[in-house]
């Protein structure tokens, strides 16, 4: 597979950012192999391939993956804040990933940003099953953060849905490369007859 890519697109790591998730699928054994046999494939990072709280044995993914020339990149290991300072402090990963969801919310993801930059951790936006405003909340926070991966971000979460109370898709091109809006705020509008049909109850609050 890694051959019939390359002879498509060119060498691995030029034009590609490949990000091998294994969602925490492998044991320590098979994690150390799989990650061997990645060195010379020019991978972007390697992302939670054994539990999250194996911190001991990701410790030393970290270091065979920093040998191969690729980065360790946690996920379900940073849920939270104090995960997150762990992690930090004991210097295992250099790449997080980081989600509106999965780390409870914009304003606690926006802290997580601001750390991970301290302490020259980069973040990967990536999402999980969130409608346009989670989205375009997201997009704002990565507009102004420093400290990214250059590419693979994702903001395709509204395209898994039938269908959108926002207009979000509509940032998105028939490339699936996500631009920010020109508009005021997050960018996007919410079509109140959509949010009707799907509400049953609607209550305005007035300034």
Avoid at 15 to 24: S, Y
Avoid at 85 to 101: D, E, M, N, P, T
Wanted: charged share 25%; hydrophobic share 35%.
């Amino acid at each position: 597979r890694v051959q019939n890519v390359e002879k498509k697109f060119g060498p691995i790591g030029e034009k590609l950012f490949i990000v091998p998730d294994a969602n925490q699928g492998y044991n320590f054994e098979q994690a150390q192999q799989l990650i061997a046999g990645c060195k010379n494939i020019k991978l972007s990072c390697m992302e939670q391939p054994i539990g999250k709280n194996e911190w001991d044995k990701l410790k030393i993914l970290q270091q065979q993956c920093t040998e191969n020339g690729f980065d360790l990149s946690l996920d379900e290991s940073v849920q939270n804040m104090e995960a997150i300072r762990y992690a930090l402090q004991h210097r295992i990963g250099s790449v997080f990933s980081v989600k509106v969801s999965k780390n409870g919310g914009i304003s606690k993801l926006y802290d997580m940003t601001k750390l991970c930059n301290e302490n020259g951790i980069k973040c990967l936006f990536n999402s999980m099953l969130e409608y346009g405003i989670a989205q375009a909340a997201l997009l704002s926070v990565i507009a102004v953060t420093a400290n990214i991966v250059p590419m693979g971000h994702c903001f395709m979460s509204t395209l898994r849905f039938q269908d959108d109370i926002t207009d979000f898709r509509t940032l998105i091109s028939k490339d699936k490369i996500v631009r920010l809006s020109e508009k005021p705020g997050l960018g996007i509008s919410v079509d109140e007859s959509k949010l009707a049909s799907y509400s049953s109850k609607i209550e305005k609050i007035s300034q």
